[in-house]
């Protein structure tokens, strides 16, 4: 794939003045400090990774990308685990075990007691449905790729997941033309147990069904119930608005859907995050269309244990150019939201972020993430271990053979002490062979 070829696809997933990188920036309770320099988390690869997510703790975690090398069969999903410093504890590892088509857009969460789930869309573009495969707590699989959506003549894209409190994990999803004969996309969910079995049947999780309802993200509360945001078309005062709506934990409704955003402008890309109290955080990218000077921004807003929501904040200070692609994450009442920027690092996109209060507003300046500015930074995805650090990995341009590799940048507070390394998530202890359907059974290799 072609460099700008990938470039494009970034922006359609998603719907320069240099400045200095702060060493700190602060937020309600900690000032966080970058902790070391950029690094290339995994190493210099082959091919482009792209479209990154983590998922950690104290004692480190998992990532898992997008990778045009990582199966033998198109796009495939690759994962590492991380020890307690945030590197990586081995060499990538195949998530995917089927390898027909094209794998992308993989998610991972931790379990919470043990073991870690690993979603993503796959099979053939334009017929792929939601996969799932499970981790134990001593790092080998429970099985193999687990089919999480229904029914198979639709397609189903854009997963995200979430742990919940019991062990169980809630993945949601976008699927095409099920709801009703005519209708588009919908929002869809399903609890999953550790071992990967279904528990209880998928439901739908948007009331309206008019036209597309898309682009869901999901997060756990402190009831140990989950929320659930996504973009929903055709609201009576949004082309495309921002909609949440509130679950427990083995997934019936607590509240119906209700609207995030409070303006009329365009809406995409929700990411959302737990607040302390029992609340929620949403960000999300917006644009007035009747500016013709500005594009898309980031905006964020949160709401209460009650679901009544605060002020609606625009994040970044930058106005010029599209701010895209928000990820957001947090530790206790501190959170922290990372987006790309274009042109205002000096070279195409850069990756910027800010710290916010719980109630949304912000604490301190923007500020670049990335160290290396040449050509560009993309797709960011942020993540913390829940007590003292953040850590963003986004997309970053390499000349060829790699293209485009995947960077790191950690946060944490002045008096934090790193940990001696531990390692305690790697991945299993086989490689396997591309898997292809009908063409027989899978033979594990001794890595």
């Known amino acids: 794939m072609s460099f700008s070829l990938l470039i494009r696809k970034a922006v359609r997933a998603c719907g320069g003045l240099a400045c200095l990188v702060p060493a700190l920036a602060l937020a309600q309770n900690t000032a966080y400090f970058t902790n070391g320099s950029e690094y290339a988390i995994v190493g210099a690869m082959p091919g482009a990774q792209t479209f990154s997510h983590a998922s950690l703790n104290a004692q480190g975690g998992f990532l898992v990308w997008e990778d045009n090398g990582g199966d033998g069969k198109g796009l495939g999903v690759l994962g590492v685990g991380l020890d307690s410093q945030l590197r990586a504890a081995q060499a990538p590892f195949r998530v995917n075990q089927v390898a027909e088509g094209d794998q992308e857009r993989p998610r991972v969460a931790l379990l919470a007691h043990g073991g870690a789930a690993f979603v993503w869309q796959g099979g053939k573009v334009g017929l792929q449905h939601i996969y799932a495969r499970f981790l134990t707590a001593s790092n080998t699989w429970q099985g193999g790729d687990v089919l999480v959506s229904t029914p198979t003549n639709r397609f189903q894209r854009q997963p995200a997941v979430t742990a919940l409190p019991d062990g169980n994990a809630a993945v949601v999803w976008a699927s095409y033309n099920q709801a009703t004969t005519n209708s588009l996309f919908d929002v869809y969910a399903q609890i999953l147990s550790a071992a990967g079995a279904h528990v209880g049947a998928q439901f739908r999780v948007n ?54 955003n409070s303006t009329t402008n365009l809406c995409a890309e929700p990411t959302v995050a737990a607040t302390p109290e029992g609340g929620f955080m949403v960000a999300w990218s917006q644009r007035n269309p009747l500016d013709a000077v500005n ?15 605060g002020v609606e904040r625009t994040v970044n200070t930058r106005l010029r150019g599209r701010q895209i692609t928000p990820q957001l994450t947090a530790i206790g009442a501190d959170a922290l939201v990372v987006w790309a920027s274009e042109w205002q690092d000096g070279s195409d996109y850069g990756i910027y972020g800010r710290y916010l209060r719980s109630d949304g507003s912000p604490a301190g300046a923007e500020f670049r993430v990335n160290t290396t500015t040449i050509q560009t930074q993309i797709q960011p995805a942020v993540t913390s271990d829940g007590a003292n650090r ?36 790697v991945g299993p202890a086989t490689v396997e062979e591309p898997v292809v359907p009908g063409a027989g059974s899978e033979i594990p290799i001794l890595a």
């Open 207 to 260: 009331q309206t069904i008019a036209l597309n309802q898309r682009n869901p993200a999901i997060a756990t509360l402190k009831d140990g119930g989950f929320v659930v945001v996504w973009v929903s078309e055709g609201q009576a005062t949004n082309e495309a608005a921002i909609l949440a709506r509130r679950f427990t934990s083995y997934g019936a409704a607590i509240t119906g859907e209700f609207q995030v």
């Open 390 to 425: 953040f850590l963003a990995v986004w997309s970053t341009y390499r000349p060829l053979p790699f293209s485009m590799d995947l960077a790191a940048q950690v946060y944490a507070p002045a008096d934090y002490l790193p940990l001696a390394a531990v390692t305690n998530y």
């Open 295 to 309: 594009s898309w921004d980031i905006v964020a807003r949160s709401f209460d244990q009650n679901d009544v929501g």
